[in-house]
């Protein structure tokens, strides 16, 4: 199985600030997604994150309010950018491995104030 | 449209007991099914997956069931121990098109496992 490390593990923001979340797999992958779980809930798909062209957004959620970006085969970013108390989440990347299993990252328990 | 819903939001099992989590879904269309364990401050964690083409899959202390009749799948912990609390999610995967991938999740069990 695909091992996935998140930094950072969780922050505390102030309102209109940003974070950017790191994404870190111990090997290539193809396919990369990021979720949110807000609190209590269950995970929506925010976006998938394609290597090497723009990410593809799912329905309510747009490119200049979270930008990613895929450098590479191992490696993604997800930004929340100017955030309210609303985008308190845990935020998790996740991959697909070998026989299509996919795999999710510890998440990063953000909190805004 | 697509739609994983869970019928039990709270499952309290005695610990050696068997645990029976149930999962429907709306798209008959849907052909491959995973189960995730959530502990608390953890990410989802692979428990088990089912294809469409099977009705029945086992692994360690686990089974899934799936009823394409009635769109209903199932996951079956056997003797239920302490570390098996946690949050149980079904997801179903984007059918063979672009939307591979691209998890839906029900709205998740929180199994509690008391002595």
């Known amino acids: 199985s695909a091992v996935i490390s998140q930094k950072p593990s969780r922050d505390i923001c102030q309102r209109g600030t940003s974070l950017t979340i790191q994404c870190q797999v111990d090997s290539q992958v193809t396919m990369m997604f990021w979720y949110r779980q807000q609190p209590g809930q269950s995970l929506t798909l925010i976006a998938t994150?394609?290597?090497?062209?723009?990410?593809?957004?799912e329905s309510g959620f747009v490119i200049d309010k979270f930008p990613i970006s895929r450098p590479n085969l191992t490696f993604s970013t997800l930004t929340v950018s100017n955030m309210s108390p609303e985008d308190s989440s845990i935020y998790l990347c996740?991959?697909?491995?070998?026989?299509?299993?996919?795999?999710f990252g510890p998440g990063t328990r953000l909190l805004v104030l | 449209g697509e739609s994983v819903g869970l019928h039990l939001p709270t499952l309290s099992v005695q610990e050696g007991d068997n645990s029976i989590i149930n999962c429907a879904y709306s798209n008959s269309a849907s052909d491959y099914f995973i189960w995730y364990k959530q502990e608390s401050g953890k990410g989802p964690q692979f428990i088990i997956d089912i294809r469409s083409n099977m009705d029945k899959r086992q692994g360690q202390r686990v089974t899934v069931l799936l009823n394409k009749t009635v769109k209903h799948l199932s996951l079956q912990i056997a003797a239920t121990q302490p570390g098996d609390s946690a949050v149980y999610f079904c997801a179903e995967n984007g059918l063979r098109t672009d939307s591979w991938g691209k998890l839906q999740f029900g709205a998740g069990t929180q199994v509690v496992v008391t002595p």
């Open positions: 996740s991959v697909v491995g070998g026989q299509e299993t996919q795999y």
């Open positions: 994150a394609n290597q090497g062209s723009e990410a593809t957004y």
